[in-house]
């Protein structure tokens, strides 16, 4: 003990350490001039000193006191609401046996069964099936009769292709 005026001090020495605890609520004990291995598991990709599959900005971590006689301290990693600065990002299926790719060299995302675009429980909105090789949810179903011209960049639609198909058999008649 090392007395400050009239405050009392305890020195710390080297079998004093510091407690850790993570997410599973296992507290570890680390005496004094011992290390602690942060690591987040994946295989650094080198060149020289510098990490080159890593990126920047994407984790934070805040520091605030973890309970009410503010002795203890917490450390909260958290991950960035706008990822950024990305090359690829695989979903796994839960049985790890169908990942699901999104590739941003190639622009590319792999191995999806059915897409859809749209808000949220609105009927207006578009699905492609990768499986059936389907698209459904399209606008133009109809040709137009009101003497709009056809868009060349548009796909034609069954429904459209059946009333060409349909004049063109009433003509034949």
């Known amino acids: 003990i090392v007395k400050d005026g009239n405050q009392n001090n305890e020195l710390a020495t080297m079998n004093d350490g510091l407690k850790f ?47 009410e006689n503010g002795k203890n301290a917490k450390l909260v990693v958290r991950l960035a609401k706008n990822l950024s600065d990305l090359e690829s990002i ?6 790890k ?18 897409m859809t675009f749209g808000k949220d429980g609105s009927t207006d909105s578009i699905t492609v099936d990768g ?12 040709l137009p009769t009101d003497g709009t011209p056809m868009q060349a960049d548009q796909a034609a639609s069954q429904g459209q292709l059946k009333q060409v198909l349909d004049k063109a058999n009433d003509t034949d008649k």
């Open 97 to 114: 046996t169908n990942p699901m790719k999104i590739n941003g060299d190639a622009k590319t995302i792999e191995n999806i069964k059915k």
């Open 21 to 67: 605890m993570g997410d599973s609520g296992t507290v570890t004990g680390v005496k004094l001039n011992n290390q602690v291995n942060i690591v987040g598991g994946v295989a650094a990709v080198k060149d020289g000193n510098k990490v080159t599959n890593l990126t920047d900005n994407n984790i934070g971590v805040e520091s605030m006191a973890d309970n």
């Open 90 to 95: 695989t979903f796994n299926s839960k049985d």
């Open 131 to 142: 499986e059936n090789k389907v698209i459904t949810g399209l606008s133009n179903t109809k």
